[in-house]
T-cell receptor, first 115, second 114 residues
Framework: AQTVTQSQPEMSVQEAETVTLSCTYD???????LFWYKQPPSRQMILVIR??????QNATENRFSVNFQKAAKSFSLKISDSQLGDTAMYFC????????????FGKGTKLSVKP | EAQVTQNPRYLITVTGKKLTVTCSQN?????MSWYRQDPGLGLRQIYY???????DKGDVPEGYKVSRKEKRNFPLILESPSPNQTSLYFC?????????????FGPGTRLTVT
């Protein structure tokens, strides 16, 4: 069974600095997708970034980028120029490539951005 | 506006009193699912549906029922709620093909069972 591990329950960063959130996963499949979701205090789940396993190039979305290490089964999220609005819970999630694939979430990392 | 709606957003109830949390999406998505979120556990899938009249269990289905009679609606039913079902519930939907399509989440329903 697939598992997703986020080893940092809480992190903090100063505004304008860079922070990296860690995520590792376990799977025997070769076709899968990885996601980072943000959950601000409003509780809404917001997709931050996604990565297809077959793509070697790391995904980027503005200030957000990932370091996808397929052999190591690692999928870290880097937030550059952190802003106060980045304060949230961040969840790493895995989905295998079949149409029935459900999202498997890690336990989350609570990020606090300090002024 | 493309969205997933859930009702109610907040619910306090007593043990054993049947309740239904509704979920509706306006994006013509085939795939819908329910998750519960508990502190320190992340989100776990309860049930999912591939299409109308097609539902299946997720990772934590005990104590829950679902139905999918219409494509847009996917209600979550708790026949006899218990305190261990106190949680934050999310409905989500996405289109069918297994690519990296985004899963859209509803706003969440905070359920408290006393």
């Amino acid at each position: 069974a697939q598992t997703v591990t986020q080893s940092q329950p809480e992190m903090s960063v100063q505004e304008a600095e860079t922070v990296t959130l860690s995520c590792t996963y376990d799977t025997s499949e070769s076709n899968y997708y990885l996601f980072w979701y943000k959950q601000p205090p409003s509780r809404q789940m917001i997709l931050v970034i996604r990565q297809e396993a077959y793509k070697q190039q790391n995904a980027t979305e503005n200030r957000f980028s990932v370091n996808f290490q397929k052999a190591a089964k690692s999928f870290s999220l880097k937030i550059s120029d952190s802003q106060l609005g980045d304060t949230a819970m961040y969840f790493c999630a895995f989905r295998h490539g079949g149409s029935q694939g459900n999202l498997i979430f890690g336990k989350g990392t609570k990020l606090s951005v300090k002024p | 506006e493309a969205q997933v709606t859930q009702n109610p957003r907040y619910l306090i109830t007593v043990t054993g009193k049947k309740l239904t949390v509704t979920c509706s999406q306006n994006m013509n998505h085939e795939y819908m699912s329910w998750y519960r979120q508990d502190p320190g556990l992340g989100l776990r899938q309860i049930y999912y549906s591939m299409n109308v009249e097609v539902t299946d269990k997720g990772d934590v289905p005990e104590g829950y029922k679902v139905s999918r009679k219409e494509k847009r609606n996917f209600p979550l039913i708790l026949e006899s709620p218990s305190p261990n079902q106190t949680s934050l519930y999310f409905c989500a939907s996405r289109t069918h093909p297994g690519l990296a399509y985004e899963q859209y989440f509803g706003p969440g329903t905070r359920l408290t069972v006393t």
